[in-house]
């Protein structure tokens, strides 16, 4: 009796194990699992999640002058004033500043400016002749360019990482040239004057935010600069035509010239802003 009962058991979990193993047996919508495919009745194949994870598409990835090159453009604006015994300057200035730069590491990035910059001054000149002293107002317009490589690298970073502190370390040299729209050059420094180049280096600070993934934006605190300034400065006697060349050597302490800053003369760029905008490619 007791071999009768196992085997009929054994008959009846055969059998629901066939009904559950059977998709016809289940009716519309029965499916057969079969080496990791999976069938409906229509025949149509769908992958389980592991195979779908591997036949899928790999995402493109940036090439490496994508990832690593970056371009801008910055902003500087200043009024300067600068006084002196003979003389005193106030005006304005305006520089469009485009860069293309290179992400040599995390922290260390190397670029290029190229900038072209209008300053416009009036300069209140006191003139001593020989039985006389006066007074005169000078209005100059400057048209500049400048080229600047530099190096920055990051100090900090803050806020998940998107404010960044850097220290910049730049050369740059540049030419200028004055056109006198008002007042006579006769007697002044630009008596003569066709043009001056300056050159020489500057650090200072940067502080950047990077407010989405593509864009940058940075400051620069130039006011707190430090570094070395030339100027050679091209002129020709309006007489008698002879050419000669002068030149000037300035510390730069705090963007100003060390020995202005020494007389308690502000120099131009004291006053300044400049800022501007990396984008990644």
Known sequence: MKKIFLFLAAVVSTAVMAQQAD??????????????????????????????T???VPQAVKPLWKQKLYYGYNFDIYFHTDSRSDRKENGWSIALEPEIGWRLKERVYLGLR???????????????????????????????????????????????????????????????????????KRGTDLDGLRYSANYGFQVSPVITYQFNKKSTFQIFFSILSAGYSGTAYSYRDPVTGASRTEYTNDIIIFSGKLRNLLANQFTPGLYGLKFGVQKSF
């Open 54 to 56: 591997k036949d899928s």
């Open 23 to 52: 998709p016809i047996s289940d009716g519309v919508g029965a499916v057969i699992t079969v080496a990791g495919e999976t069938k409906n009745e229509q025949n149509v194949v769908q992958r389980d999640s592991v195979q779908s």
């Open 114 to 184: 190229l900038s072209g910059s209008y300053e416009n001054s009036v300069t209140r000149y006191d003139i001593s002749l020989i039985d006389t002293t006066y007074s005169t107002d000078l209005r100059v317009h400057y048209g500049s360019w400048q080229v600047t490589p530099y190096m920055r690298y990051r100090l900090k970073t803050m806020f998940n990482g998107k404010l960044g502190i850097w220290l910049e370390c730049h050369l740059f040299a540049g030419m200028s040239y004055p056109r006198v729209s008002d007042g006579e």
